[in-house]
């Protein structure tokens, strides 16, 4: 399927706190980031919304200025990473995708000893730490041992630690996965908070639900590449119906379609096969309904639903999220 | 002054080594202190009674084996301990508690861990080298008042060897192959054959070429030369010229690779 274009942003706003043109990442002869276009605004919550292996964590190391990058331009706070790396990072906060809080040292002595690393000290220190177990809800577990901790908790202490040196950009990479439901939505609650202060957020993401929460804008990337550019409801409304028709079949029924779905426009504007079920994209998922009742169709369940950012990337790429 | 804010933000990796060392450091005080003050009286004293009888006042250059054997065990113990502290913590640092991830996205720079990291390993050579030499002094096999340039002597020991492991521990891919490896064929065998135990005028001519161009046999001599007072001025400078040269060696290597592994 072909890529569907978009409108780049042409004019990048002065202001940009991040605006990268052509960006590339070359690991030998293997491209993770193929010239991609973006640009992110102060207070914004921008995300990269795409499968493992798009290179969204690639891009994502080239903005903290820990990965040199192989092509194009990219200005982070103004300035340029290969130059001004550490003046860079001294304002930027990072959740890295794997946890890495030191497991050597107590909750509070992590928050203290990154405060030193961005050189707070003292009264200073104390005070920002307090204030940020208090935020994550681990102001009764400060002095614990890391270890100890379950996965939701260690997530909260290293979004604590990221916010020390009070960054003007947050780095969050795939923020919530391997965390159980709730964790995950105490974390969004937490990380909407942020938001709701203004904080400028950058995450990436391969869950739909993690996107349509937290991002007012975001791209979709496949294969090192950026394939959709807008607001989650903007993708949605560019590309793909309001609502999904999600049918099963009987098991015993896994023809081909064979032209029963056929013919179904303006109603149906589109039908996916998907291995376990059929998808149709309507505007009205009752008349779709009955539409193929009147067709003698008797499928096993027949479920109407919001179109998500899920069958945008569907649209998109001819592959889901999360396999 | 310029020197002095370089080196800052390296103190703030010292910093949290000592942190953690504030908690861990009586589980070092058996390897670091007691196990070469064993070795000393074992070997010093109960080995050396029989030692001396068969060699003689003239065996070991006028000194009793204790006397030759303690300034050769402070030089090894030196890189005993900088080897372990360049090895395996290092690598958990780079790959299984990431700590080194988290510091890189902080204002702090690959050179920075390392100004950290040596600092804090040159911690740990001189306090004990410092607990040897005191022990040393009570056992009055300390024979001259240059002895206590012992101490960084035995810290230059341990820096020849820090620095060049450190960079073999950034090429290793987080198993421990490579450090049993290391320690078996490499800091094993100096650690017996560089002169701490004998003088290496008992291996045959090639062996004894070899241990001249290690930096242990190096750091064995310049140190008993002090302890003893039979120190030359010339050979000691050699000695010492050698083991700058392995550290600064170390010091290139070890930017270039953990550089590599850690930002790319």
């Not at chain 1, 996107?211 to 607001?231: F, N, P, T």
């Not at chain 2, 002095?4 to 670091?32: D, K």
């Not at chain 2, 958990?92 to 050179?111: K, S």
């Not at chain 2, 206590?148 to 421990?176: E, N, W």
Request: charged share 20%.
């Amino acid at each position: 399927m072909a890529a569907v274009p978009f409108a780049p942003v042409s004019h990048p706003s002065a202001a940009s706190l991040i605006s990268a043109r052509g960006l590339t990442k070359r690991f030998g002869d293997f491209t993770a980031v193929d010239a991609i276009d973006f640009d992110v605004a102060p207070g914004e919550s921008f995300g990269f919304l795409g499968p493992n292996g798009a290179g969204k964590t690639s891009t994502m190391r080239m903005i903290g200025c820990v990965s040199p990058i192989s092509g194009g331009t990219l200005r982070v706070l103004g300035l340029d990473p290969a130059a001004d790396g550490r003046r860079i990072r001294a304002q930027l906060g990072v959740v890295p995708q794997q946890d890495n809080l030191d497991t050597e040292l107590t909750v509070r002595e992590n928050l203290l000893i990154y405060a030193r690393y961005f050189e707070i000290g003292g009264p200073d220190a104390r005070r920002r730490a307090d204030e940020l177990l208090e935020f994550v809800q681990l102001a009764d577990r400060a002095e614990s041992e890391v270890e100890p901790l379950s996965g939701g908790l260690k997530r909260r202490l290293t979004i604590a630690r990221a916010l020390i040196n009070e960054p003007t950009l947050i780095l969050l990479d795939e923020p919530t996965t391997g965390l159980d439901p709730q964790a995950r939505h105490l974390l969004w609650e937490r990380l909407y908070q942020l938001k709701r202060r203004g904080a400028t957020l950058v995450l990436t993401t391969h869950y739909m639900d993690e996107a349509e929460q937290l991002c007012d804008r975001l791209v979709v990337m496949d294969q090192a590449k950026i394939v959709a550019e807008g607001s989650p409801r903007e993708l949605i409304e560019r590309h793909v119906t309001r609502e999904v028709l999600e049918l099963r079949l009987p098991a015993d029924d896994q023809a081909p379609l064979d032209g029963r779905f056929d013919g179904l426009e303006p109603l149906v504007e589109r039908v996916e096969q998907r291995p376990d079920r059929v998808l149709l994209y309507t505007s009205d998922g009752e008349a779709a309904v009955e539409r193929i009742h009147e067709r003698g169709v008797r499928p096993e369940s027949a479920l109407i639903r919001r179109a998500s950012l899920e069958d945008v990337f569907l649209r998109l790429t001819g592959r889901t999220l999360v396999d | 002054m310029t020197g002095l804010t370089a080196a800052q933000p390296g103190m703030r990796v010292l910093q949290r080594n000592l942190w953690v060392y504030r908690r861990t450091w009586r589980g070092s005080i058996f390897t670091s202190f007691l196990t070469p003050i064993l070795f000393l009286l074992a070997m010093g004293l109960g080995l050396g009674a029989l030692v001396n009888q068969g060699a003689g006042a003239g065996g070991f250059g006028g000194v009793t084996y204790l006397a030759f054997l303690a300034p050769g065990l402070m030089a090894g113990s030196a890189m005993q301990t900088a080897a372990f502290e360049s090895s395996f913590p290092i690598m958990a640092r780079i790959q299984w508690r990431r700590n080194y991830e988290a510091m890189l996205a902080t204002p702090l720079r690959v050179r920075d861990l390392l100004v950290g990291e040596l600092g804090y390993i040159g911690f740990r050579l001189l306090t004990t080298a410092g607990v040897f030499f005191l022990v040393m002094l009570a056992f009055g096999v300390v024979r001259s008042p240059l002895a206590p340039l012992s101490v960084p002597a035995a810290v230059l020991t341990g820096y020849a060897f820090s620095p060049l492991i450190v960079a073999f521990s950034a090429t290793q891919k987080g198993d421990t192959t490579g450090f049993n490896m290391l320690f078996r064929f490499v800091i094993m065998p100096l650690y017996l054959f560089s002169g701490s135990f004998f003088p290496i005028e008992q291996l045959p001519g090639a062996l004894q070429a070899l241990a001249w161009l290690t930096p242990l046999y190096n750091g064995v001599a310049l140190t008993r030369g002090l302890v003893l007072g039979t120190a030359e001025p010339l050979t000691a400078m050699a000695h010492t010229a050698v083991l700058v040269a392995y550290a600064g060696l170390g010091l290139a290597l070890a930017r270039r690779n953990l550089g590599r592994r850690m930002v790319g």
